[in-house]
């Protein structure tokens, strides 16, 4: 078999036949997880676990199962049933919870050994992997599958990086304004944002309960619609008929893009335009404006309640005093104790103010006003979907300075409104840049609840443009 070229599909099909064994697959992932230490994907490696689960399901296991027998990882973040659950953080690195996530517990019925748990940004507050906490390679920081100097992403970093060096074909990350979406697209690898409040969260370390979200990522689009079947049930997705599909290009959302991914994405929309998709240019007005009015405010408003009542459901008897005490990253640590702890937010002149009343005017004024942009958008140009740059640059190089606010800006730059309006969204690898040879992402966002309708537009769309070829070994 052919790990570089494996996906879940093809792995539950061929276990499903009985042409190769879950611990093979398991044995195989483990052994490429270990030789890529220096990736520094993984926190905690679960070998003695996944070789029993493989065992198991290969003795009596239902090979009808979606994910039967089928290896997988899970982010930090979310707690897996006798294994430590970090969130990337010092103060919760012996946190071992004692029940999955309402997600996990999905794909362990559906089947899936899990190996480990993914290294991540902070407390999955970053963009760029970049963590002094944990390590397993020479160097701090979340690598690359691609190239080791440079940036995986974030926040779920390890995912990203273990699906794109071919350790694994899926995984579970997380979520708040770009966090499953920028690793895939920086790994060349394929995920969703879900719809909010699609896929349960409990279970899982929190920055904003209304902008939070698990989301599957994965080696192929199929294989992100397989994990979101598992996890949200529904029916089988079939690629869509490209004829049928509408997608708007919005350009303000083309801003900031190096040469390669100018390049990739105009070139990735002219083989859509040759297949018969219809891409039309609409206008947003505001919409920049209107999404820095909720992004911050909210998520660094809600990450304090919501993390007080998470370390009360730990039952660690932790403060989130604590936790903030111990933040080992210099980035996160400024945002929780300049922002979170204090309750704070930059006012217009950049001076610290009362964030209640910003946060207020977020939820009740700029949120609503930004759906309604993109409810406009979608029904008046009558869209399946908004097209761009997943991230506008490729990969940066990997240390402090990659963690920067500059960084953390341009990096979500196009992630950031659809996560802020609620609404789904898809990452799909188009090239491997021209110049650099990274991974290059197109991100589809879709009206609020159309996740099926994206994955489809996905499946269709990635045998178009093919999966990336995989790093050199």
Avoid: W
Wanted: aromatic content about 4%.
């Amino acid at each position: 078999m052919d790990f570089d070229q494996l996906t879940l599909t093809q792995a539950a099909a061929d276990l499903r036949a009985g042409t190769v064994t879950s611990e093979a697959l398991t044995t195989e992932a483990l052994a490429r997880a270990k030789a890529d230490a220096d990736l520094n994907a993984f926190v905690t490696l679960d070998e003695a676990g996944a070789l029993k689960a493989a065992a198991a399901f290969d003795a009596n296991g239902d090979r009808d199962k979606p994910l039967g027998g089928v290896p997988i990882v899970i982010k930090d973040n979310i707690e897996v049933a006798g294994l430590p659950c970090s969130a990337g953080t010092p103060a919760l690195k012996d946190y071992v919870p004692q029940a999955d996530a309402p997600v996990v517990a999905k794909l362990r019925v559906a089947g899936a050994v899990i190996i480990g748990k993914t290294s991540m940004h902070e407390l999955a507050f970053g963009i760029s992997g970049y963590n002094t906490a944990f390590k397993t390679g020479p160097e701090f920081g979340v690598r690359n599958a691609y190239d080791r100097a440079l940036i995986a992403g974030g926040s779920s970093s390890g995912t990203g990086a273990a699906i794109g060096a071919r350790i694994v074909a899926g995984g579970l990350g997380t979520d708040t304004g770009g966090s499953v979406r920028v690793p895939a697209a920086l790994n060349g690898c394929a995920s969703l944002r879900p719809t909010v409040g699609r896929y349960p969260q409990a279970g899982i370390a929190p920055i904003s309960h209304t902008r939070d979200t698990a989301g599957p990522m994965a080696a192929t689009m199929a294989d992100v619609a397989l994990l979101d079947r598992v996890i949200a049930g529904g029916d089988a997705v079939a690629p869509a008929d490209l004829n049928q599909v509408r997608i708007g290009i919005v350009r303000t959302m083309l801003v900031n893009l190096d040469i390669d991914t100018d390049d990739a994405f105009h070139a990735a929309i002219a083989r859509m335009r040759a297949q018969g998709v219809s891409v039309i240019e609409i206008e947003m007005p505001q919409l920049a404006e209107l999404n820095g009015q909720v992004g911050f405010p909210v998520a660094l408003y809600e990450a304090y309640d919501d993390m007080v009542a998470y370390l009360k459901h730990t039952g660690t008897g932790l403060t989130i005093e604590v936790l903030a005490r111990e933040i080992a990253s210099p980035d996160v640590k400024g945002t929780y104790d300049g922002l979170v702890i204090p309750r704070k937010l930059p006012g217009p002149d950049n001076t610290l103010v009362d964030a209640k009343p910003i946060y207020d005017n977020a939820i009740r004024t700029a949120r609503p006003a930004l759906q309604a942009l993109y409810a406009s958008a979608f029904a008046v140009n009558r869209l399946d979907a908004i097209a761009f740059p997943t991230t506008p640059r490729v990969a940066i190089a990997s240390n402090p300075d990659s963690s920067s606010l500059e960084n953390f800006g341009l990096f979500i730059q196009n992630t950031d409104p659809g996560s802020n309006a609620g609404i789904p969204g898809i990452q799909i690898p188009i090239a491997l840049g021209a110049a650099s040879k990274l991974p290059i992402g197109m991100e589809l966002d879709g009206p609020a609840g159309s996740d099926h309708r994206l994955l489809a537009i996905g499946m269709a769309l990635e045998q178009v443009f093919g999966r990336l070829p995989p790093p050199s070994r």
